[in-house]
């Protein structure tokens, strides 16, 4: 399967892209199955199980898959419109959307969080139902969000599953491993930014690609200047203050005093990480790189190479994006960027192994040294668990995307020190955090059972 640039890099909506954009997708993919039915429908019921309903309300699962199922999508969320709708339907206990009759819904009655086993398919099951004049169900289906906004129903995930190392993707360059991806950059003579380029331009115009990269870094930088300018309460009750704005006031007032010590740099990449995870946390405008939760460590990784990097250049952001989706597809067709599936080594792990690989790139990096800087960003967040205070993406996220980004520049740097030689290759380190995941107890995939979750005191 090939995962394009535009797969890894999505505008979506905060707080998460497994609990909020997937649920809002599946929510559209059943209004469409819907209006292709031959059934007459005059209501629709959900269900959410498994991490989808352990951690839904403080990720907003609920609003999302009731947006949806009103014909909201991530990609052209209006939040004012948002709102209103959910107050009509509140009150009306009716979702109206085109090409559909009215459709019988109370979010009370008919929404419902299922907290026994998760369903087979993965941990972030949801099952959508229509039901007839009588309430009875005539349709059903069931989604999985697998994370990074990504959404498969039982059957694609079926699919997915015999499918998963046999059908190559009809593209110049259809590496699935990184010793893949080393040997035809060797081969070719290319770098790994150029494959990616050459497997796009399969599918799209060179006009629409720059364009579409051009947009995913204009929305990625936008975030971190309304993060930067934001105040006040997170919501979601706990109580979490934004601090990106008083953190870019102080390094604004310290500039040139030459007082600062140089460790002041780690300040920055935190700061634009923060201010991209508090813009999510509150909702707002994100895109997911790869996640939501993780949506802070690349952005602020290319800022900071933009703002802080002697020589850099805006020419080379699309270089930057096109390396870092093909590390981030390595890791998600080996082995997974669901937090729900893997702990958060998938999330900010593979983040920072995508960030850091995009540094290398634009620095100068040979593919080995890319691939080594990877590498080094994911062996370091190997074990890491997903352990979100109160189900919410702030506690520890919104720092760990500000560690994650210091990772993923030191790896980068790093790497460029050596000549790509090492000993864990990124397959071996992709898969030992697949190994991991799988190991990892239930209780710290995103459940908010264990960890940090169940020791700070809900205040
Ligand atoms: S702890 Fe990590 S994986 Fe879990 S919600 Fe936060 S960012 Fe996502």
């Given at each position: 399967m090939f995962l394009s640039v535009f797969d890894m890099f999505k505008v979506g909506v905060g707080p998460s892209s497994?609990?909020?954009?997937?649920?809002m997708v599946a929510g559209a993919r059943f209004l469409a199955l819907l209006r292709a039915s031959p059934f007459h429908v005059k209501g629709v019921r959900a269900s959410l199980h498994g991490s989808l309903a352990f951690t839904g309300v403080?990720?907003?699962?609920?609003?999302?898959?009731?947006?949806?199922?009103?014909?909201?999508?991530?990609a052209t969320y209006d939040a004012a419109k948002a709102e209103a709708a959910l107050q009509t339907i509140r009150e009306g206990k009716t979702i109206h959307v085109p090409d559909l009759p009215p459709l019988a819904f109370d979010p009370q009655r008919d929404l419902l969080f299922d907290y026994g086993p998760a369903l087979p398919g993965h941990a972030?099951?949801?099952?959508?139902?229509?039901?007839?004049?009588?309430?009875?169900?005539?349709?059903?289906?069931?989604?999985?969000?697998i994370g990074g906004g990504f959404v498969l129903t039982a059957e694609e995930m079926a699919e997915a599953g015999s499918a998963k190392g046999k059908v190559r993707a009809d593209v110049p360059y259809p590496f699935e491993k990184a010793?893949?991806?080393?040997a035809m950059a060797r081969a070719s003579g290319l770098s790994i930014a150029a494959m990616k380029r050459a497997n796009e331009l399969r599918f799209r115009s060179a006009s629409d690609l720059e364009a579409?990269?051009?947009?995913?870094?204009a929305v990625m930088n936008d975030c971190i200047s309304r993060g930067m300018a934001g105040t006040g309460i997170l919501p979601g009750g706990l109580n979490v203050r934004r601090r990106a704005k008083g953190i870019h006031d102080a390094l604004l007032a310290e500039r040139g005093l030459n007082l600062t010590p140089p460790h002041v740099i780690n300040d920055w990449m935190s700061l634009y990480a923060m201010a991209v995870n508090e813009e999510n946390a509150a909702g707002g405008q994100v895109v997911t790189a790869p996640t939501?939760?993780?949506?802070?460590?690349?952005?602020?990784?290319?800022?900071?190479?933009?703002?802080?990097?002697?020589g850099a250049s805006q020419t080379k952001v699309g270089e930057f994006l096109l390396t870092a989706a093909a590390v981030g597809g390595l890791v998600k067709h080996n082995a997974s960027i669901s937090g729900a599936e893997c702990g958060c080594q998938a999330e900010v792990g593979a983040a920072a192994a995508m960030a850091a690989a995009g540094l290398a790139a634009v620095l100068g990096g040979s593919p080995e040294q890319v691939e080594n800087a990877a590498e080094i960003a994911l062996e370091h967040h190997l074990g890491m668990t997903c352990d979100p205070v109160r189900g919410l993406v702030q506690v520890p996220c919104i720092e760990r995307n500000g560690l994650g980004a210091i990772k993923a520049v030191s790896a980068a740097s790093l790497a460029l020190r050596g000549d790509g030689i090492h000993l864990v290759s990124l397959d071996n380190c992709i898969e030992t955090m697949r190994q991991t995941g799988a190991d990892m107890h239930e209780k710290y995939k995103e459940t908010s059972l264990g960890g940090l979750a169940v020791n700070v005191p809900n205040c």
């Open positions: 497994s609990h909020t954009m997937g649920p403080g990720h907003a699962t609920d609003r999302a898959t009731i947006l949806g199922l009103a014909g909201f999508e991530p972030n099951g949801m099952i959508l139902k229509a039901t007839d004049a009588q309430g009875d169900v005539i349709l059903q289906e069931t989604y999985y969000s010793d893949e991806m080393l579409g990269m051009a947009r995913i870094w939501n939760g993780a949506a802070g460590v690349v952005p602020a990784v290319i800022r900071y190479y933009l703002d802080h990097v002697p």
